[in-house]
């Protein structure tokens, strides 16, 4: 069973449109995150929710809007597509929210804006 | 904010060698973790260190802490094909709440 899955894998789209990122945990955790990977391969964290709650958000541009409609599910609505957007996204989870926790990623989502 | 500069970027050697990635910042964590990512692929944890100047062992894998956490360092004796992959430190700060600190990553390739 995948812990955490998240869906589509593979996503490409026009400048302009508006995509979704779903992701699923099966692990009973309480904080569900979103990472951002470049092309030189460097991770940063979007966002992070703890039992539905925003309590981590970057300096990410409000065109990308987290929503947890549980604490199993944190999905990721990106709104007018630009070509910078085109990454590798990783949705995460842990335990908790507690420093030092394992962090479990999920396989990606790649994102191709052309 | 709280940067982590691993070094060095890319690594190629042949299997049998050993080597070493390093992690080092200005500023004190509370752990540090040590993460492999595969193409295609999510990070997956490898080790966490906690208490300063800790070593830790996973197989061929020796993690250290610095004393003053700090800095940190991965070495892998007699590299294997298998160990190719994209090694990545990361820090937790104490005020973060699991936000994790990534270094830029390190790729190495084993050559059989």
């Known amino acids: 069973d995948t812990a955490v899955s998240q869906t589509p894998k593979y996503l490409v789209t026009q400048m302009g449109n508006d995509k979704s990122i779903k992701c699923e945990q099966n692990l009973g955790h309480d904080t569900m995150y979103w990472y951002k990977q470049d092309s030189k391969k460097f991770l940063k964290i979007m966002f992070s929710?703890?039992?539905?709650?925003?309590?981590i958000n970057e300096t990410v541009p409000n065109r990308f809007s987290p929503k947890s409609p549980d604490k199993a599910h944190l999905n990721l609505h990106i709104n007018s597509l630009e070509l910078g957007d085109s990454a590798v996204y990783f949705c995460a989870s842990s335990q908790d929210h507690g420093a030092g926790n394992t962090i479990y990623f999920g396989e990606g989502s790649w994102l191709t804006v052309v | 904010t709280q940067l982590l500069e691993q070094s060095p970027q890319f690594l190629s050697i042949q299997e049998g060698e050993n080597l070493t990635v390093y992690c080092n910042s200005s500023?004190?964590?509370?752990?540090l973790q040590w993460y492999r990512q595969e193409p295609g692929e999510g990070p997956v944890l490898l080790v966490t260190v906690v208490t300063g100047g800790e070593v830790k062992k996973l197989k061929r894998l020796t993690f250290q802490f610095g004393d003053a956490r700090k800095d940190s360092s991965l070495h892998i004796t007699a590299a294997q094909p298998g160990d190719t992959g994209l090694y990545l430190c990361?820090?937790?700060?104490?005020?973060?709440?699991?936000?994790?600190?990534f270094g830029q990553g390190t790729i190495l390739t084993v050559h059989p």
């Open positions: 929710y703890n039992n539905k709650e925003l309590i």
């Open positions: 990361a820090g937790a700060g104490g005020t973060s709440y699991g936000k994790l600190t």
């Open positions: 500023s004190v964590f509370s752990s």
